[in-house]
């Protein structure tokens, strides 16, 4: 199945899933990049810093930074607005809409137009990138944020970025990016 059927598929059942409070919703998907990083993500991610590229934000940059930090206050891994010091070679690009139609991603092209989300939904995608290279992208969505301060802003950043850094040894189930049941 191609990339844009999947997206499609994916964002079908997403759209269905909208007409009830479900909380946050993320999508993994798998076979976006011909990178093999995936199966090493959690291990790259956790070497140094990780640069993070904020766009389409409603909200400010810092605010996304504070609520990936919120997520892993054990420092598992680190997070820095531009490129910081320590710096990994990896860079986390958050696009706040839909994602990009086609196969493209916000790594190789950052000013890549996306979507808005429909009315009441805040949606994102989330790439993790070594230099303008894909290595995986998580989708993410929920009922619509009314500000950082919103519980469900930092979970749909923390649940995004966590289905973002899964090990490909986990993640995907018949290549849509769900995983099995255990």
């Given amino acids: 199945m191609s990339r844009g059927w999947r997206w499609a598929v994916l964002l079908a059942g997403a759209c269905i899933l909208s007409a009830c409070d479900v909380g946050v919703t993320t999508v993994r998907l798998k076979g976006g ?23 389409n934000s409603p909200f400010p940059p810092e605010a996304v930074l504070a609520a990936l930090r919120a997520r892993y206050q054990s420092n598992q891994y680190r997070f820095a607005l531009g490129t910081p010091a320590g710096w990994n070679g990896y860079t986390v690009v958050i696009g706040f809409g839909l994602p990009p139609v086609g196969s493209q991603n916000l790594c190789g092209n950052p000013d890549l137009p996306q979507a808005p989300p429909p009315a009441g939904v805040t949606a994102l ?38 289905e973002l850094f899964a090990s490909d040894e986990y993640a995907d189930l018949g290549g849509l990016g769900f995983r099995p049941l255990p």
């Avoid at 990049?33 to 904020?54: C, I």
Wanted: include cysteine.
């Fill in 33 to 55: 990049s011909n990178y093999s990083a995936g199966a090493y993500v959690q291990t790259g991610a956790q070497n140094g810093t990780n640069a993070v590229v904020v766009r």
């Fill in 125 to 162: 995608v989330a790439n993790y990138c070594y230099g303008n290279r894909l290595v995986t992208e998580a989708l993410g969505r929920t009922t619509g944020v009314t500000g950082p301060d919103d519980p469900r802003f930092r979970d749909l950043i923390g649940q995004t970025i966590a």
